[in-house]
């Protein structure tokens, strides 16, 4: 089966080929091809990934580059989609536009993914469109933030084998299970939430729920994992909630201190990313760069990103579920929001498609801020496909993390200026 990575020219594709290289065999993986407009960014990933294979004794993997689109997707079973429209500098841009207006721009959270989205969203639609005229069964999976936001215009749009993948739940598994000293298959999250916005309302260990011990810990000053949480809370919050928020919920917990730091920072994490992706790339094009994952890797984020993306790939060519945290239509499972909403939560996944499973009735303490970023996201996306000033102003005023309306149109007014939103009704 061949696969089609969209967006190969990024410095996390070598992660996800490590994966294939390492499960070949299972997957039925044996062509991948690396689709990038930029030979810069393209070519020496390429090159890397095929000395990756060649230590991994993966003779049977073919690895090809190219800047056709349609060559990429020809014949592909799965397209994964992992575009940044603008690069390191548009993301630049972004958390600079909150800055400017004393508001959080983080790529994906705040004024910052909206900006983001406005770029993204048609790209990606477009990206998937040719899909649907050249390998029409094929899946695609989509690692593109805003991910959430994306995905459910790729499922507004008709792309129903679509399946939306993040980072977050994963490692928050996996730290779960190292901070209880058992194996990760022995640990299930009951997760609920929206991406980058979502919560743990049960660790369940061989069925019993150790969640309360684990706050418990944390309320004591006991080390946790990297997520629980990665800023201090007040004493009591996370006892009080009963559950454990993702990272990203700190924006929305904590803005005022998200925002200092921001504010702080010398430089903006794009720059900071700019810089390790210069280097990363320096040596991929170097052919005596040692044949595998480079240290500096870790620090460019998205650990886990190949352990997820290959085990859903996996799930999808068997014929028996497995339960895997990604996001995809609610259907129900999240019943107090719509039905054709994307939801992030835990999914049964199998050759036979993507069940989410039902989450039950979610709790006061956090449905409010779950609607009112759904009804954010929901506006996002008609800005997105429409991008007039009304549709702008009416999405940030939706946004939890936007003030008043004076912010609101003072944003649209810099949306404006950067090509982003028509200066039209």
């Not at 397209?79 to 400017?100: N, Y």
């Not at 477009?126 to 959430?148: H, K, M, Q, S, Y």
């Amino acid at each position: 089966m061949k696969l089609a990575v969209i967006g190969g020219g990024s410095t996390y594709t070598p992660e996800l080929l490590s994966g294939i290289i390492a499960r070949g065999a299972e997957l039925g993986i044996d062509y991948v091809t690396l689709h990038d407009p930029r030979p810069d960014r393209r070519a020496p990933v390429a090159a890397f990934c095929r000395r990756l294979a060649d230590a991994g004794g993966a003779s049977w993997l073919r690895i090809d580059d190219t800047d056709v689109l349609d060559d990429a997707l020809a014949g592909a079973s799965f397209v994964v989609i992992q575009i940044r429209v603008g690069g390191q500098a548009g993301r630049h841009e972004d958390i600079m536009l909150g800055l400017r207006h004393g508001l959080i721009g983080q790529e994906t959270t705040g004024v910052g993914g909206f900006a983001k989205a406005l770029r993204t969203v048609p790209a990606v639609l477009a990206i998937a469109e040719r899909a649907r005229e050249v390998c029409p069964d094929a899946w695609i999976l989509n690692f593109t933030n805003p991910a959430g936001l994306v995905t459910e215009a790729l499922l507004r749009r008709g792309f129903e084998k679509t399946v939306g993948l993040c980072n977050v739940p994963i490692e928050m598994h996996m730290e779960l299970a190292k901070l209880l000293g058992v194996e990760p298959s022995a640990v299930e999250l009951d997760w609920v939430g929206l991406n980058h916005l979502g919560w743990v309302r049960r660790v369940l260990v061989d069925g019993a729920d150790v969640l309360p011990s684990l706050l418990a810990q944390v309320e004591a000053g006991v080390p946790g994992p990297a997520n629980i949480p990665e800023i201090a809370y007040p004493p009591g919050l996370l006892a009080a909630l009963g559950m454990i928020p993702s990272s990203y919920v700190r924006y929305f917990y904590l803005p005022s201190e998200m925002l200092a730091e921001l504010q702080a920072a010398k430089r903006t994490r794009a720059q900071e990313v700019a810089e390790l992706e210069e280097a990363l790339l320096s040596g991929y094009a170097d052919p005596t760069t040692p044949a595998v994952l480079p240290p500096l890797l870790s620090k460019r984020g998205g650990a886990w990103y190949s352990r997820l993306a290959v085990d859903v790939l996996a799930a999808l060519t068997s014929p028996e579920p497995t339960v895997h945290i990604v996001n995809t239509t609610n259907a129900g499972a999240v019943p107090e929001l719509p039905a054709d909403a994307s939801v992030e939560v835990p999914c049964a996944i199998s050759r036979d498609g993507v069940t989410p499973l039902p989450r039950g009735a979610v709790e006061e303490s956090i449905l409010g801020l779950i609607r009112q970023v759904k009804s954010y996201e929901r506006l996002a996306i008609d800005t997105a496909l429409d991008p007039r000033r009304g549709h702008a102003l009416l999405a940030l005023l939706a946004h939890p993390l936007v003030p008043d309306a004076r912010v609101a149109a003072a944003v649209v007014d810099d949306l404006v200026a950067r090509g982003l939103v028509q200066d039209a009704p």
